[in-house]
Structures are given as structure tokens and as C-alpha cells.
Antibody
Framework: QVRLVQSGAEVKEPGASVKVSCKPSDYTFSSYGISWVRQAPGQGLEWMGWINVYKGNTNYAQKLQGRVTLTTDTSTGTAYMELRSLRSDDTAVYYC????????????WGQGTLVTVSS | DIQMTQSPSSLSASVGDRITITCRASQSIRTSLNWYHQKPGKAPKLLISSASSLQSGVPSRFSGSGSGTDFTLTITSLQPEDFATYYCQQSYTTPRTFGQGTKVEIK
């Protein structure tokens, strides 16, 4: 059974950075990409970006370009999303999702990580 | 960016009803359209990909159709577990974009 397990909730002050991890299991990590999607409280879904685990190339939403970095550690089979210069409107649940390379279809999702930005 | 517009934003229905949700893209996306549903406090779940391909394990009461700019998700004989928020999403190009969601509530 494919699972993606994410790290726990975070509380950050404005201007800080956060790094969320996502550890998939029960499939070959490097054979798929990982997308990240966020959801502000009571709002819809926003795609943040995608990483090709095998090649390491990335594609980011322009809105977040320069503040977000997606990486993977193939030795541990873990994907990471780092968001910098946090603002209050970055408060959201952040999801990782398996994204078959080039398809843009999110077939398995992590459980979500709540990031709260507050002073 | 491609804008995805769903209608209605919410609907009330009874168990056993047939419902249809529509999704319109701001430009042609061929059949690069996915449907998800999401229950409160849970991650979205993929129901249909490529406009009409039912994911493994998803009940056959769910079906999708459409191409170009206009798409529909139909649920025949609504079940209690189907009350959720439904999202369409285009996979035609980046940035991937979602509709605003359709909340299906119990009448």
C-alpha cells in the first residue's frame, strides 16, 4: 500500500523558514515525481511545485518562485519542501503527493502538515 | 495560468440521488482533467484521471466525461460516504490549477 508520511505541525514567526519532509513507501521512490500542494484554512487547493526525483529538476509556481525549494534525499527516500520568508498568508496545510513524471496527476497524498505563521 | 471554474459551489442532495458537477477550463486542456474529493481534515483523494479514467478501487457510481474546456463529474446513487468537497484539476500544463471546489452536503 503506497503511503506518504509527512513531518509534524510547525509554528513559525513571520520571516522565518520552514522545512517539511515527506517519506514515501511501497514504491520505487526515484520512479515518480513529487508535487507539493497547500490549502489555507477553509480555502481551496494551490499547487506549489514539482520535483523529478530521478533527475532532480524542479518546476515551481511563479507566485512562490524564489521562496520555495523542493529537494529530495535519495539515500533516505525522503522529499523536502522549504519555504522561506514566511508570512501570515502562508498559514496552511501543506501536502506532498506522488506525481508520475510529467503527468501532473496526484495519485497518492501525504496526510498533510499544518504550518502556522504567527507572531 | 489556466483558470478552472466549477459549478455549483455547493449543493444539497439526498442519499440515492444522482448529481452532476461541472468544471470549465479557461482554454482547451484536451482531456487533461482530474477529479478529487476531500473530506474534512483529510487529504484529497484521486477519483478520476484523464477526464474519464476511474482510479482503481473507486466505485463505478463515479464517472467523468468531457474534453476541451467543459467537463462533468457524475455520481449516480449518492452514498453517505460521498458527502465531501469535490475538486477538478488540470494536468495539461504548469502551473497545475484546481477549481474552487464543490461542497456536496446532505439534504
Amino acid at each position: 500500500q503506497v503511503r506518504l508520511v509527512q513531518s509534524g505541525a510547525e509554528v513559525k514567526e513571520p520571516g522565518a523558514s520552514v522545512k517539511v519532509s515527506c517519506k514515501p513507501s511501497d514504491y520505487t521512490f526515484s520512479s515518480y515525481g513529487i508535487s507539493w500542494v497547500r490549502q489555507a484554512p477553509g480555502q481551496g487547493l494551490e499547487w506549489m511545485g514539482w520535483i523529478n526525483v530521478y533527475k532532480g529538476n524542479t518546476n515551481y509556481a511563479q507566485k512562490l518562485q524564489g521562496r520555495v525549494t523542493l529537494t529530495t534525499d535519495t539515500s533516505t527516500g525522503t522529499a523536502y519542501m522549504e519555504l522561506r520568508s514566511l508570512r501570515s498568508d502562508d498559514t496552511a496545510v501543506y501536502y506532498c503527493a506522488r506525481d508520475p513524471v510529467g503527468r501532473g496527476t496526484f495519485d497518492y497524498w501525504g496526510q498533510g502538515t499544518l504550518v502556522t505563521v504567527s507572531s | 495560468d489556466i483558470q478552472m471554474t466549477q459549478s455549483p459551489s455547493s449543493l444539497s442532495a439526498s442519499v440515492g440521488d444522482r448529481i452532476t458537477i461541472t468544471c470549465r477550463a479557461s482554454q482547451s486542456i484536451r482531456t487533461s482533467l482530474n477529479w478529487y474529493h476531500q473530506k474534512p481534515g483529510k487529504a484529497p483523494k484521486l477519483l478520476i484521471s484523464s477526464a474519464s479514467s476511474l482510479q482503481s478501487g473507486v466505485p463505478s457510481r463515479f464517472s467523468g466525461s468531457g474534453s476541451g474546456t467543459d467537463f462533468t463529474l457524475t455520481i449516480t446513487s449518492l452514498q453517505p460516504e460521498d458527502f465531501a468537497t469535490y475538486y477538478c484539476q488540470q494536468s495539461y500544463t504548469t502551473p497545475r490549477t484546481f477549481g474552487q471546489g464543490t461542497k456536496v452536503e446532505i439534504k
